[in-house]
């Protein structure tokens, strides 16, 4: 991996240049029509007897939601008819249409990987809770720090909808007096602690503390996951709920990180260091600025060199997988949507590649700039872009359409994120 620039040195912007063929309806560098999901931790905290999130959502639409083909090391003998078997019978199967699960037999020597299939808009994938392991769709989610999994001991029909983890079946299952009780904005949910086995990406994390959902409230439940794998920091006070503790703690990698690359032919979740041939740039990196959000101090926001930042506040930038779109505070919102439409924002505009592009600034790093960020959707295009607010802080958030054009590795040893730009038609399936 490449070193930081030097303090003060002037570089040019780190540019996401669209990738033809990916979230495109039209041939053309638009985000295709998706609807709108917060949920992080910054919502599924607020009012929450566990943490102390502040941030409430608005504007919240239902999501669209896709699944992952995991990527074992090799198997043995008898392990592999088995799988074989599993990945023709698996319930997944029946629940997400044609989206199998798929085995790859491959080893990789340094970095353990889940390849997703991209829908457009968010990404889960299968993680096994117990022994024997039964297979939850989580979301793994940058702005989250708890674990929390549909359960059996929850009987609503919502909840029937799901893979639900059913504890009678796990000889590993650890039962706790400790419940949780989160109200986010679009739903709430409530439900005991447990601690179990749980596997992911091809390694064994050992025994985690997870979150039993057994009751739900809000329509955002009928969706197509079971749970929610947060990879933030430590967002709670009592440190057994983070659950990249765990990965960071695990013997298996060799390199303390993770990295989510999204390709014209695959996608993917890995863990360790990623092989050279994922980047077609050096990677630059931005330091953790507070251990809650991996979040990094921001100078300026600008939409073709105009600024949209509150000057007299200072803000941070959140990298975060659990949100579709970018997010602004409100008053950087409105000023960004004002210039959009001086501009004249239009589908043609956007085709032409003449649309305004979004700039992030930082002191003695590279500008973030995307030339990507719109949408088309029934009534015309426009930003890929919501309002959200913290009462106390200056927030921007990095969502789906950054991911999609950069390649990103948090990095959990050295406490920083790392940004490059992705290289061409890889494929890791092979």
């Not at 340094?110 to 390849?115: D, W």
């Amino acid at each position: 991996a490449a070193h930081s620039p030097a303090v003060g040195a002037r570089a040019s912007p780190v540019r996401g240049e669209r990738r033809e063929g990916r979230n495109n309806d039209v041939g053309e560098p638009f985000r295709a029509g998706r609807c709108v999901h917060v949920l992080s931790s910054k919502c599924l905290l607020e009012k929450s007897n566990i943490g102390d999130g502040r941030l409430v959502e608005s504007g919240v639409r239902p999501q669209i939601l896709c699944t992952f083909k995991e990527e074992r090391g090799p198997l043995d003998s008898e392990e592999k008819p088995a799988y074989e078997a599993y990945a023709q019978a698996s319930p997944a199967s029946q629940y997400y249409g044609d989206a199998l699960i798929s085995i790859a037999l491959k080893t990789r020597k340094h970095a353990k990987q889940v390849l997703l299939e991209d829908h457009g808009s968010e990404f889960t994938g299968p993680v096994m809770i117990g022994s024997p392991g039964q297979e939850q769709q989580c979301i793994f989610d940058t702005g989250s720090s708890m674990a929390w999994i549909m359960s059996t001991k929850c009987t609503t029909d919502v909840c029937k909808m799901h893979h639900q983890f059913d504890s009678a079946k796990s000889e590993t299952w650890e039962s706790s007096d400790s419940k949780m009780n989160i109200q986010f904005g679009t739903g709430s949910l409530s439900g005991t602690l447990c601690k179990d086995r749980v596997k992911l990406g091809g390694f064994d994390l050992g025994k985690v503390v997870l979150g039993e959902i057994t009751e739900t409230d809000g329509s955002v439940f009928t969706l197509p996951f079971d749970g929610i794998c947060g990879l933030s920091y430590k967002m709670q006070h009592d440190d057994r709920y983070c659950f990249l503790d765990s990965i960071e703690n695990s013997d298996q990698l060799k390199e303390k990180s993770f990295t989510f690359y999204f390709g014209e032919n695959d996608s993917a979740l890995i863990f360790g260091e990623p092989d050279s041939n994922v980047r077609s740039s050096e990677v630059q990196w931005y330091p953790v600025s507070r251990k809650f959000y991996w979040e990094t101090h921001l100078r300026d926001v600008t939409i073709d060199g105009v600024s949209v930042k509150d000057q007299d506040k200072n803000a941070t930038v959140v990298f975060d997988t659990g949100t579709s779109v970018l997010t602004m505070p409100t008053s950087s919102a409105t000023t960004t949507m004002k210039l959009l439409q001086t501009a004249g924002l239009n589908c043609k505009q956007i085709e032409r590649g003449e649309a305004p592009e979004v700039c992030y600034h930082f002191e003695g790093r590279e500008s973030i700039c995307l030339k990507h960020w719109y949408e088309k959707g029934e009534s015309g295009c426009t930003a890929s872009l919501m309002t959200l607010d913290l009462a106390d802080e200056n927030i921007f958030i990095l969502g789906q359409p950054f991911f999609s054009a950069f390649v990103t590795t948090f990095d959990v040893g050295n406490d920083r994120i790392g940004v490059s730009q992705p290289a061409a038609n890889v494929n890791l399936g092979n």
